[in-house]
């Protein structure tokens, strides 16, 4: 066998599985779920084609409205919060001189191997609205402004996105220590001569070096919290009525509580469309240039 | 470059081609499965007893859906040991029913595999029936007289409204009441409601104590939907909320705009605790048993589970809702119940005759085992069953008035219109969380019309 033939065998061998893999558990069900936005379905009957009469419902529906808001709203608490406390945390970390920063490294991190279901139940009795943690604080300091935080029609969504963001932390701050990690230390120790300050330091070398992390970051930041189920499953199955509601908790409540599996596609097919189109964006925008150092 | 690339490439997209051609095969062959099933089954199978022949003891082997858990455990076992005798060649196997509103036992059907017999609700039976899974099962009822074993309140629930039998029932048809704790209401001095104008005071009165008036647990979203159920049958409307669900009337009706009113006063004047919405039967019932909520709203099955918490404390009424002149004519009109539900079996079972069979004399079993074990006050068979333990004085209350309903709606899991069972799900709990009357209403009649395109 010839070097040829022998580098386009090893080619096949290593990119075919994973390849038909991703065809068949990915390509053909977003594939299927386009082509059955198109028709009224329950799942079980047979299907009949309307057209684009689901995706002009879809508008017309508050449901959507209220779940687009809320993904919106849950990405950015993810964004905010993972990526700007995480960035704080990594370079506080990255100071090797700073007391107990391994412990703190595994700690930031501990959240992340619970499950979702323990971290939910967690921030329901955080959230508790008779004597829960929040409402007691508020309480013991003599301020009054006790919630009902996971059921206010203004504070819901942001206090399951917060719980959401808490739980996965320590994943965006890994990702931005260990880029941090990867800059060379020259950079900081010509800075030191120049006498730059601490914080300007980081925010002139460390903050742009960041760029390409901050891209990946930036889309399973937000292509999470668009995706965002399971913590408003746990912790208000989407209620009361559809305040917390998500697309993901839209296309469930379509498919599987209403028997509409052709709406639910559609909110779907928004779902695939929206997420794709921020990560075009973000592709677009954040980190043109590729950096070497 | 180009060259070396072309050769792995054009591999790479055959090999995709391929992968979509397969998975395309496979569709058709388990659409092609599913599809000839049912003919197979029309023929006697060989597993199928036969008249001549004694058939050999667990020889057919059934596989049975049903909610096998917690105190109704010993209920189907008893059942199943009791049918040992009728039906030798059975042997099943339960698998325990999730909790998921039927997600599971849907997604069987769309696989075609579905288990022989299953427990289906109105909503299920409905849409089984238009995906034509379902057995029917009229042939069985009658060559076994099941209907001549059911009381006659409990005789309707054996047909659909197209007429045929697609499940027997198993439990009778429970009504929703308000459980409340006599001791609470003695010592703070308030009286016990007969009307909405004295539960409103009684709300008033308990919210001014710190007791919160009443447990809802929230995080489902039934008991909402039952409560102001409750609400339009106290107003003189007999069918409520499943008169809507048969697609007659609007929100706009004066009678559905006087109930929605009704619950939103009572949310205003302090009804619910601030955590509600978050919830479970199980805390409801925590709240309830120490005394920090005064009433609690569920269906009367949780009689035992309540008697035990509270004991003596504990009473029943059935509508607390009713308007002050109306009481009289409307009191037994009931909230809650079902309508055609029970045991099923799929049309695709490979043993569907004795499938049939079995499943109609086990629902029968069963119900008489949930009087015999569960003291259940709420029997649908005509024969007089003694339950081990005796009634206990509430369920007692419960067996002596249920000869009074007049008629009985249906709980949430009943609607036929699964489009309409979610809105109303949904849009009540915002309803409950403070929501205006003008926009439930809005919103309700918006999912009318779509539930009903």
């Known amino acids: 066998m010839t070097t040829k033939a022998k580098y386009n065998l090893a080619l096949l061998v290593f990119t075919v599985p994973t390849l038909v893999f991703f065809t068949v558990i990915v390509v053909i069900p977003i594939l299927q779920t386009f082509q059955k936005s198109f028709f009224d379905w329950d799942g079980l009957s047979p299907a009949t084609f309307i057209g684009l009469d689901n995706y002009a419902r879809l508008l017309e529906d508050d449901d959507f409205w209220v779940s687009l808001m809320n993904g919106l709203i849950f990405a950015l608490v993810l964004v905010v919060y993972q990526m700007g406390l995480g960035t704080l945390l990594a370079i506080a970390l990255s100071n090797k001189s700073l007391k107990g920063h391994k412990f703190f490294r595994t700690s930031y991190f501990v959240p992340v191997v619970l499950s979702g279901v323990v971290v939910s139940q967690l921030w329901i009795a955080i959230y508790n609205a008779d004597g829960g943690l929040i409402n007691s604080l508020f309480a013991m300091f003599g301020i009054n402004y006790e919630q009902a935080w996971l059921v206010g029609e203004h504070t819901s969504i942001w206090a399951i996105a917060f719980s959401g963001a808490w739980h996965n932390l320590g994943i965006q701050f890994v990702l931005i220590y260990t880029a941090i990690k990867s800059i060379p230390e020259h950079l900081y120790e010509a800075a030191k001569i120049d006498g730059a300050p601490f914080w300007k330091m980081h925010w002139k070398i460390t903050i742009p070096l960041l760029s390409e992390t901050y891209k990946f970051c930036l889309i399973i930041a937000i292509t999470g919290g668009l995706n965002a189920f399971q913590n408003m499953f746990v912790m208000t199955n989407g209620g009361p009525g559809n305040i917390s509601y998500t697309l993901t908790f839209m296309m469930y409540k379509a498919a599987f509580r209403s028997g509409e599996y052709g709406y639910g596609s559609a909110a779907a097919a928004i779902l695939v469309l929206e997420c794709l189109l921020f990560t075009i964006l973000i592709n677009k925008f954040v980190a043109r240039d590729k950096l070497s150092y | ?453």
Request: charged content about 25%.
């Open chain 2, 1 to 453: 470059m180009k060259n070396k690339m072309k050769k792995p490439a054009s591999m790479l997209l055959a090999l995709s081609m391929l992968t979509l051609a397969l998975s395309a095969c496979g569709s058709n062959d388990k659409s092609s499965n599913a599809s000839s099933a049912p003919s197979a089954t029309t023929e006697p199978s060989a597993s199928t007893p036969a008249e001549s022949k004694a058939p050999e003891a667990g020889s057919v082997k059934l596989k049975f859906y049903a909610q096998y858990s917690g105190v109704e455990i010993p209920v189907y076992d008893a059942a199943k040991e009791a049918l040992k005798q009728a039906m030798p060649e059975v042997e099943v196997e339960f698998e325990v029913a999730a909790q998921d509103d039927e997600q599971k036992i849907k997604t069987y059907a769309a696989a075609g595999s579905l288990p022989d017999i299953f427990f289906a609700s109105s909503g299920l039976i409905e849409t089984l029936k238009k995906s034509d899974n379902l057995y029917v099962m009229d042939d069985v009822i009658k060559a076994n007289n099941i209907e001549s074993l059911l009381n006659e309140s409990s005789k309707p629930m054996l047909w659909n409204k197209d007429g045929h039998s697609y499940s027997v029932p198993n439990v009778g048809q429970w009504a929703g009441v308000f459980y409340y704790n006599k001791d609470l209401f003695a010592q703070n001095d308030i009286k016990v409601p007969t009307n909405y104008d004295e539960l409103l005071a009684a709300v008033k009165a308990f919210k001014a104590k710190n007791i919160t008036p009443l447990a809802l647990f929230g995080k489902e979203k039934w008991p909402g939907v039952l409560m102001l159920d409750m609400a339009i049958t106290g107003s003189g409307d007999a069918a409520a909320l499943k008169k809507l669900d048969a697609g007659e009337g609007t929100f706009s009706d004066e009678i559905y705009t006087k109930g929605v009113n009704k619950i939103s006063e009572l949310i205003k004047a302090g009804l619910l605790s601030k955590n509600a919405f978050n919830t479970t039967a199980d805390d409801a019932a925590a709240q309830f048993k120490s005394g920090k909520a005064a009433m609690l709203i569920n269906g009367a099955w949780s009689m035992a589970f309540q008697y035990e918490n509270l004991g003596d404390k504990l009473d029943i009424m059935y509508n607390p809702l009713v308007d002050a002149d109306k009481a009289d004519q409307v009191q037994w009109n009931m909230s809650g119940g079902g309508f055609n539900q029970g045991f099923a079996v799929s049309k695709n079972s490979k043993n569907v005759e004795v499938a049939a069979k079995y499943a109609a004399l086990f629902s029968i079993e069963f119900a008489k085992q949930r009087v015999i074990q569960l003291a259940d006050p709420n029997s649908i068979l005509v024969e007089k069953v003694v339950p081990t333990n005796g009634l206990n004085p509430v369920q007692q209350k419960y067996s002596d008035d249920s000869a009074n309903f007049k008629s009985m709606t249906t709980f949430a899991w009943g609607y036929e219109n699964a489009k309409y069972k979610t809105a109303i799900e949904d849009n009540t709990q915002k309803l409950f969380a403070g929501q205006k009357t003008d926009d439930y209403i809005k919103d309700m009649n918006k999912a009318l019309e779509t539930a009903r395109k």
